[in-house]
């Protein structure tokens, strides 16, 4: 595993790093929070921090495993939330996995195959610590837009290179491996349809229901994630 940041967080600004294994007492009002950050963890190291963050053993399951389509799921007064990530292999679209585990002290992110760090998403919020002083929701916010942002670039490029092979049509015929490059092109943005559609279902429910960890002034904030 490894573990790309873990710090606590008071009145919106970073204090110390802690320790995947270290036990944190915060305080309910929200002033405190722990953020962590992995990638590819272990069986092993996801049951350490079952046991430290009292996450759900059906949630660290699906977070290991990581072949999950996006949605929410809800634990006693914990989340969990998994978001698709996408990004661009040689004009073909790859797909990573993001799992958030959040409760009202903690969020803490476990990331499988994304090509973008959430270092600069973590700079920008501890450039603002007025916005990071919200709390784990405003976190989880900011996460699942990052993570959406990168949608638009790889549909644009999909969409561009389509375009540009079906108006080469108007001057000569395409060759059989062009035929079969848009037919398989069209088919990719079909199956990132399927994401886009849970992910959009997520948001909503965010917006909508009243849920553990996100407070009702922060709902509203996650109906621009889609």
Known sequence: MTVVAAYLYRRGKRVREVAIDEKIDCPADKSEFVWIGICDPTDAEMRTLQEQ???????????????QLPKLDVYGDQLFVVARTAHLEDNNIAYGETSIFVGHSHIISVRHGSARSHKALREHLEAA??????????V????????????LPVIETIEDEVLEMEQATLDKFLGRDEVTRI?????????FGRVLVPMGEVAGKLVRLDLPCIDPETRPYFSDVL
Do not use: S
């Open 129 to 138: 610590p007025t916005l990071l002083m919200h709390g784990v929701d405003y």
């Open 53 to 67: 963050y009292d996450l759900h053993p059906l949630a660290v399951e699906d977070a290991v495993k990581a072949d």
């Open 183 to 191: 037919f398989r092109l069209r088919r990719e943005l079909i199956r």
């Open 140 to 151: 989880l916010h900011a996460i699942l837009d990052f993570i959406v942002d990168g949608y």
